[in-house]
């Protein structure tokens, strides 16, 4: 079953990279996510996500379903990988805990589309995931190994009971489009959605940066190759959950004892951070805020950091 599902990802993944020619572009785009940095160590605990952008994934089949640009578009194609692990409040008890975010990780592998339109100052995402929730997701083994490197910290004791293994599919799909466009001033509306496992969602929200900056709208790679960009941002958007398997199990484990039989389907997210930007490396600092996601639960809070490199 392993091995059936380790190919169909090369076939939907890496059909015809060998044999083409070295990309024109590249870069690595790199997220590291936890919560550590507010004292607490629950709810959504730690995030690796990693976008390998180059022409190596334009002929990729995938990019057949995701969504259509015009010829005048900047667009990006890359690979994603990304893995994320959610524990409960209470980690030095091996007893299976109720009415509490379960133990639980996923590990998607993705293949994503960018595209900006700087007449139109719209930019659209789209990307299609494959992966696995549960123990081969391995959110145990990384978490208690990070867990033994800290001096003040040990190893959790109750991921025997996480969620169990299930198949992951989801369809990420985003519309944002620039409001307001400034000097030292920008904002931009998004609507965004996700579709499947793990998550299933609708998003609508604003993104707003203040400070020096190039055009948003230029691309990614584009708009880095001119003057030093040094800004402060954020972003508040409200989120309608449908479905999220990290609490509720996954699709082929519904009768998992420890999932949460209700969630809250209306949640809010704000995020702030400051960036630099110049040449070649980007680097960025967030902080995120998110809204109780089940009753009883509390808002919970995370620090990212970013880092950005062209090859």
Known sequence: MKRIFFNIILVLFFTDLLGQQMPTYQF????????????????????IELNLCGNFMKKSPVNQILLPNSLSDIVYFSVTFTHKIYTPTELFTSELQFNDQPYAAYLLLGSRKESY???????????????????????????????????????????????????????????????????????NGIISGAVGAPHTEFDVGGYLRVGL???????????????????????????????????????????APNKLKSINHSLAEIISGIAFDFK???????????????????????????????F
């Open 28 to 47: 690595v785009d790199f997220k590291f996510s936890n919560d550590f940095v507010f004292g607490t160590d629950k709810y959504y605990s730690n995030g």
């Open 117 to 187: 339109n700087f007449e139109k100052r719209v930019k659209l995402i789209s990307e299609l995931q494959l992966g696995v929730i549960g123990p081969m997701a391995g959110g145990k083994q990384v978490q208690n190994t990070i867990h033994s490197l800290l001096p003040t910290s040990r190893p959790a004791e109750g991921w025997s009971n996480q969620i169990d293994n299930s198949f992951a599919l989801q369809y990420n799909a985003s519309v944002e489009k620039g409001l307001i466009s400034k000097k030292v001033l920008e904002f």
């Open 213 to 255: 900056f190039n055009n948003y709208f230029e691309g990614t790679r584009n708009s880095r190759a001119k003057k030093m960009q040094l800004y402060i941002f954020g972003s508040a958007t409200y989120k309608f959950v449908a479905y999220n398997a990290v609490l509720e199990g996954g699709l082929f484990n519904q009768d």
């Open 280 to 310: 070649t490396i980007k680097v960025e600092f967030e902080q995120h805020m998110l809204t109780p996601q089940f009753k009883g639960a509390t808002k919970h809070s995370w620090g990212s950091v970013r880092f950005v490199v062209d």
